[in-house]
């Protein structure tokens, strides 16, 4: 503070700072709007439950849809376990400025990726949140939805079809990103035929539902396993999955090893072997959601 500072009066000091911060609130809405501004349609993958598939199968709907010549960008938002660069095989390069953003990465069938392993020092650095109270959960929230924002506002996502969010685990997830982005388009929700998941996932169900946004159904993910061998699908868990009230199932991925694994080396397995049966279910889940946006059902 200057000595001149010191003399005003408490009031004057604070007078207008109300109106600031409303302005700056206003200013970043904007700028996100006129960001997004060439995205037609917004789509999060979410479950709810970790580890059911959300990033492999968002990864190889994303490549799907570009493949069929649609723009396509992914937003990991994932921040504390990125996955989106790997799983569509983006090489690890500097970011680097482009207009008045950061240009987001290209990965697999010219899909757009922003995430932030593209900021991390190498592929072993974790995020470290820092601050000094960067341990409480309410400080982590705030700088989590706040990097979301610059990654939805900073990017120069250009003019896209669909830009698809893969969400972390957890029931509460979607809430920030509702916030930052009250029209979302829909949501698709990623489950596994266990009686745990569905019960997680219905959870997630509910909470989409109570922030009004569209459901564009769910994938039933590892239906089944595919075996290697034989190539005959068979059990994989020892029950159903038992359906949704009111929620379409889009599409039944089964488990097969080879899906996951070219998934995890950077080759989305819905182009490189596009008659297997996981490939299959990934394109009637991309038809799905385009006649969900472009339709409307
Ligand atoms: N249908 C499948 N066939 C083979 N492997 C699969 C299949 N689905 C998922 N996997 C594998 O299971 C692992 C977990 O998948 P993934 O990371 O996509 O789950 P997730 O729901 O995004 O997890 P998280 O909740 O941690 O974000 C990955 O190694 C992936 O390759
Ligand atoms: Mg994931
Ligand atoms: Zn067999």
Redesign the pocket.
């Known amino acids: 503070m200057s000595p001149s500072d010191r003399r005003r009066t408490y009031a004057e000091l604070t007078e207008g700072t109300a109106a600031d911060i409303a302005g700056q609130l206003a200013e970043r809405r904007q700028r996100l709007e006129r960001r997004l501004a060439g995205v037609r349609h917004t789509l999060a993958v979410l ?1 709810g ?9 968002a990864a190889n709907l994303a490549a799907c849809l570009a493949d069929q010549g649609a723009s396509v960008g992914v937003l990991d938002a ?1 921040l504390n ?1 990125p ?1 989106m660069p790997r799983l569509l095989g983006v090489e690890r390069s500097s970011l680097r400025v482009e207009g008045d953003g950061i240009a987001p990465a290209v990965g697999a069938a010219a899909v757009k990726v922003m995430s932030m392993d593209l900021w991390l020092e190498g592929p072993d650095s974790p995020v470290r949140w820092r601050g000094t109270e960067s341990g409480s959960f309410l400080w982590r929230g705030t700088l989590e939805a706040n990097a979301l924002r610059e990654f939805l506002s900073d990017t120069a996502w250009g003019d896209l079809d669909y830009l698809i969010l ?1 969400l ?2 957890g029931t509460d997830r979607i809430a920030p990103v509702h916030d930052l982005l009250p029209g979302l388009g829909g949501a698709l929700a ?1 489950t596994i035929p266990s009686e745990l998941s569905r019960f997680v996932v219905s959870k997630s169900l509910t909470m989409v539902k109570e922030l009004g946004i569209p459901i564009v159904g769910y994938v039933e ?2 239906s089944g396993y595919l075996c290697p061998d034989c190539g005959r699908i068979g059990p994989l868990f020892s029950t159903e999955a038992a359906p949704f009230e009111g929620v379409p199932r889009l599409a039944a ?5 080879r ?2 694994a070219e ?2 080396a950077g080759r989305p397995d819905v182009l490189g072997r596009p008659d297997a049966p ?1 490939a299959r279910a990934v394109r009637d889940l991309a038809r799905a959601v385009r006649q969900f946006y472009e339709n409307g059902s």
């Open positions: 479950s439950k970790g580890g059911v598939g959300k990033s492999l199968i994932d376990g996955s893969d972390p685990p990623v993910n590892m991925v089964p488990f097969d090893p899906f996951g998934g995890d996981a």
